[in-house]
């Protein structure tokens, strides 16, 4: 067991083990924390830190995120190639090893990949006004990478926006291996909801747990608690979509705090409840009616409970972690607040809280349980090594005792990583691993053969066969310089086909122990992608009555970033600067590498301003791609208006995306939504500034998706859309603009919008009805070019004058100026001044119909 602290308060969040045994720990500390001789620091502010040991527990390396902001991990996960992944929240604008994430609301989340050398390979954020955060994370076979949490009212991934149904709902968000946002979605309910853990299978389906209040639909079923609050546990496929949700139907309060599958897809969630909880046919019964106990609950892949156990004490008890070894058996951690009893297994509290670790077999049968001696202790995380090994870490103060090691605290509370043996590999097997690596396309790669031999065994020869990756890798040759079969002087015959390569080794001297059998040597094709499986088909040592325990292995194949080539050919055009733009409105698909090409800002997001700064470029006006841009250009600001319109039915409206006191945009994207019932778009004009542009409507459901890059002027049109109004149109229709992202900016969900009035057509200048009252209608079309036409009626006859206006009260025309009896009218202007003057310019005016001493006034909106 080892310690790590410093003068505060240091907490452990998350620890993942590889195939090698080597141990990698996350968590956070305020100020300063020493591991070993190595001090981080972090002045005054909470910060992450990531450490590695090797299986021995020799500290490898430690670091913190460093930079400006408070992070908080919640989670971390490691995929098949070493990859770290961690999720949390962060306050403020956080730096990440010199990412810098602008923070937006109270508490933003973020999701951060290292290498396995602790390298940043990239960090994302998400969030809003309110507090969001991710609690939980996992990764599938292919290095897809899944995050759970909350978030309050609304929240931004990307492209996509959340809204909450009640003051908090839970998430679920997937990310390619790059970073990219595959989808997002949310769930909850009136109250406040969270997921605060997710395991994912080998084929991306995944179960997830948290808790929930009052009503919720998880799409497959509705959910209601009992009372306050209820845990929840519920199955998903591939795609996000719900296949089955359960609760624990606790009486008072129930959560959920950590879920895992096991081999067959069965999932098991432990959490704490208060008075009782019922899984099926199990009903669990808390020590005492006013503090809460441990549960741990198993369900088949159709969500259906199997068995529910529950252990705690007179105080209050939380079941934090869980891990299932390849037998199935479950082994949960958590912390204790007094003497506690699982099933009949009794375990000390022997201080304030105490850390303990309670393992049951498959059938949900205790085995054993035991605590840490000390005077406060909890459980962050636990997991199991290739040899069957538990790794532990958590937190203490003042002394913690584990069996013959003891440790002692520096400050508020320390960290402890140690790993405890439980002899779980039989004496008759072999742990035979395939190392995990990276490499791009045409690149040669190393993959290691590791070896965990028994210490009474010795072995002369060996047969391994591997498969899985003849389509993407050239086998070059074996490497046994510095390797066990070349230190003893083996001899060995390999035979690589196209669907099996077998290797066949045997020597006088004796092999045993463990180390690096030998590596092999490949060549990556041009065309590979995604990660390549290096499987064991089989293995024997000797004569083969040994078993051999395997773990797979492979190549992930990384993309060569060209930053701005975003079609592949060579070279950065302004062609590349389109395709940005038809991706962006979904006339296109991106494979992996043009995203990362496309992404020319480094943010891990297309937007127009990546189409923009191609555009640049292109054109010499910056000289270098990537292109990290300062603040103020990322976040561009306009003030966005549409203005209503009144028309007939059957006629031609334009209708303008207005703008004005704009800073720094250099493009957009957005979507409009209108009823294809009632209109029918024709065309839409862009302002001469505007260099590029795609769009694509839907006329079915009345969207349409539109980018465009250019450098606007500070006030104007982004864009002016040309309507057919349907013949049978009558009443109101509305036009809106929804989506909108002004350069790498968040998306804005609800921008502005119009409302189309139908002017039922009069007959004449004048009728027989006379108006019950006088009125100045809309004229129609507005916006109009070239003319428009304005209806009014009289009450009662009088001396009328219609007269146009500028916004500055000076006077351009006036219409009417005579003496008329009661009735309707109708005139047109044609958008010009007095006495035939040139056409008015594009603006705002204003119709004023003054009868006797009453006045109306109305606006016009002029458009050239």
């Known amino acids: 067991v080892k310690g790590a602290g410093g003068f505060n308060i240091d907490n452990p969040i998350g620890m993942v083990t590889d195939n090698l045994g080597n141990i990698y720990l996350t968590g956070n500390f305020f100020d300063r924390i020493y591991f070993d001789q190595v001090v981080l620091i972090s002045p005054e502010k909470i910060d992450l830190f990531l450490a590695k040991y090797d299986n021995s527990g020799n500290l490898l390396w430690v670091q913190n995120a460093s930079g400006a902001g408070n992070k908080v991990p919640e989670a971390m996960a490691m995929d098949r190639l070493g990859n770290i992944v961690i999720t949390g929240y962060f306050l403020g604008n956080a730096n990440f090893n010199g990412k810098l994430l602008r923070g937006i609301g109270d508490f933003d989340i973020f999701v951060a990949k290292y290498d396995a050398h602790g390298n940043l390979l990239w960090v994302k954020k998400a969030g809003w006004r309110l507090g969001d955060m991710g609690f939980g994370i996992a990764t599938d076979y292919d290095g897809n990478i899944y995050v759970v949490g909350s978030f309050e009212l609304m929240s931004i991934f990307d492209s996509d926006t959340l809204h909450s149904n009640g003051l908090r709902d839970f998430f679920i968000a997937k990310y390619d291996p790059n970073g990219f946002l595959i989808w997002v979605k949310s769930g909850g309910g009136p109250k406040g909801d969270d997921a605060k853990s997710i395991a994912v299978d080998d084929f991306g389906n995944f179960v997830i747990t948290g808790n929930f209040s009052g009503q919720v639909d998880f799409g497959a079923r509705t959910l209601s608690s009992i ?36 081999r067959v897809g069965n999932s098991v969630v432990t959490g704490s409840f208060l008075w009782f909880a019922v899984f099926g046919n199990d009903t669990l019964f ?137 002899n779980a590999l039989p004496e008759d ?60 002087g083996w001899n060995y015959e390999v035979n690589p086909t196209d669907s ?50 395997s773990f797979d292995g492979g190549v992930e194949i990384l993309l060569r970033p060209a930053h701005g080539d975003v079609d592949e050919n060579g070279q950065i055009q302004a062609f590349d600067a389109s395709l940005i733009l038809k991706y962006l409105v979904g006339i296109l698909a991106f494979t992996p590498q ?35 841009p300062p603040t103020n250009i990322v976040m561009a600001s306009a003030e966005i208006t549409m203005p209503e319109v009144s028309i007939q039915s059957g006629r031609m409206v334009e209708v303008p995306i207005q703008y004005d006191n704009s800073k720094n945009l250099l493009g957009f994207d957005g979507v409009i939504s209108f009823d294809p019932k009632n209109l029918e778009l024709k065309e839409i004009n862009w302002p001469d500034s505007i260099v590029d542009f795609a769009f694509r409507e839907n006329p079915e459901n009345g969207l349409l998706h539109f980018a465009a890059i250019g450098e606007l002027p500070q006030n104007g049109a982004l864009a002016t859309l040309k309507f057919q109004i349907k013949e049978h149109f009558e009443g109101e229709t509305t036009i809106s603009l929804k989506q909108l992202r002004l350069n790498e900016g968040p998306i804005q969900e609800n921008v502005a919008e119009t409302v189309i009035s139908n002017i039922p057509v009069s007959t004449g200048e004048e009728n027989d009805t006379i108006p019950s009252r006088t009125d100045l209608h809309q004229n129609y079309p507005n916006p109009f070019n070239p003319e428009t036409t304005i209806e009014y009626e009289l009450a009662r006859p009088g001396h009328v004058r219609l007269t146009i206006y500028n916004l500055l009260g000076q006077r351009i025309q006036t219409l009417v100026d005579e003496w008329q009896p009661a009735g309707k009218y109708r005139v047109k202007w044609d958008g010009r001044g007095e006495r035939g003057a040139k056409s008015v310019a594009s603006g705002v005016y204003v119709v004023e119909l003054k009868d006797g001493e009453k006045m109306q006034r109305r606006k016009l909106l002029v458009i050239r």
């Open 227 to 262: 009372d306050f609050m209820d845990a929840f546990i519920a199955g998903y496929d591939v795609s996000g979509n719900n296949l089955w949700a359960i609760n624990a139907g606790a009486s008072r309060i129930g959560f959920g705090t950590n879920v895992a599958l096991d």
């Open 286 to 422: 808390s020590t005492t009616f006013d503090s809460l106990d441990i549960f741990v609950a198993k369900f088949d892949k159709q969500g259906q409970p199997l068995w529910a156990r529950s252990g705690g004490s007179p105080g209050d008890d939380r079941g934090t972690t869980i891990v299932i070894d390849d037998s199935g058996n479950v082994t949960i951690g958590g912390y204790i607040g007094n003497s506690a009893t699982f099933d009949r297994l009794k375990v000390v509290n022997s201080g304030n809280i105490t850390a303990f670790i309670t393992k049951y077999n498959k059938d949900g049968e205790v085995r054993w349980v035991k605590a840490i001696e000390s005077t406060s202790s909890w459980l962050g995380d636990i997991d199991i090594d290739v040899l069957g090994n538990y790794l532990i870490t958590g937190g203490f103060n003042n002394t913690a005792k584990f069996d013959t090691f003891r440790l002692q605290s520096t400050g508020l509370s320390d960290i402890f990583v140690g790993k405890l043996t439980t």
């Open 429 to 488: 097997e072999i742990v035979l691993s395939v190392s995990q690596s990276q490499a791009f396309p045409r690149d040669t790669v190393l993959i290691d053969l590791q070896v965990y031999l028994t210490t009474d065994s010795v072995f002369n020869s060996f047969e391994i066969d591997l498969q899985g990756f003849q389509k993407s890798l050239d086998f070059l040759k074996v490497i046994t310089d510095n390797r066990l079969i070349g230190e003893t």
């Open 500 to 549: 099996l390569l077998a290797i066949a080794a045997a020597g006088a001297n004796e092999i045993s122990g463990e180390g690096l059998l030998l590596s092999l040597e490949f060549r990556v094709r041009d065309e590979a992608t995604g990660f390549i499986p290096v499987k064991i088909k089989s293995a024997i040592f000797n004569t083969g009555t040994v078993p051999v325990k």
């Open 594 to 628: 043009q995203k990362i090409n496309a992404d020319v800002t480094l943010d891990q997001s297309i937007s127009t301003l990546d189409a923009s700064l191609i555009l640049q470029f292109v054109v010499g006006l910056i000289d270098t791609l990537p292109f990290t």
